[in-house]
């Protein structure tokens, strides 16, 4: 049973980092591509950014330059580095897996999704 378990969020003030982690359970990690998205209160869910199994990475513009997408394919773990953070990032935070994707950073993408991890960034 796929499983994906978000972490890391929390409360920080303009201008902090925060690093969140997914550990991805009961499928072969390394064979999919992962991604981060959110969702903020009454707006679409976004990707932010994905990553591929070779390690190729995509970001939206909204945060190219402030976060960084990773994984440790040994640990099944998915990470995101979020630096510079700004009001306008507090959301719900999802990570999500996908067999393959031509758009890796929409969500119908994906197959499966993570409960979530809220991040607030105060001014």
């Known amino acids: 049973q796929v499983q994906l378990v978000e972490s890391g969020g929390g409360s920080v003030q303009a201008g902090g980092s925060l690093r969140l982690s997914c550990a991805a359970f009961g499928y072969s990690y390394s064979s999919y591509f992962m991604g981060w998205f959110r969702q903020a209160p009454g707006k679409e869910r976004e990707g932010v950014a994905a990553i591929d199994s070779d390690g190729s990475t995509s970001y939206a513009d909204s945060v190219k330059g402030r976060f960084t997408i990773s994984q440790d394919n040994a640990k099944n773990t998915l990470y995101l580095q979020m630096s510079s953070l700004k009001p306008e990032d507090s959301a719900m935070y999802y990570c999500?897996?996908?067999?393959?994707?031509?758009?890796?950073?929409?969500?119908?993408?994906?197959?499966?999704w993570g409960q979530g991890t809220q991040v607030t960034v105060s001014s």
């Open positions: 999500a897996a996908g067999l393959w994707a031509r758009y890796p950073l929409l969500s119908n993408e994906y197959d499966y």
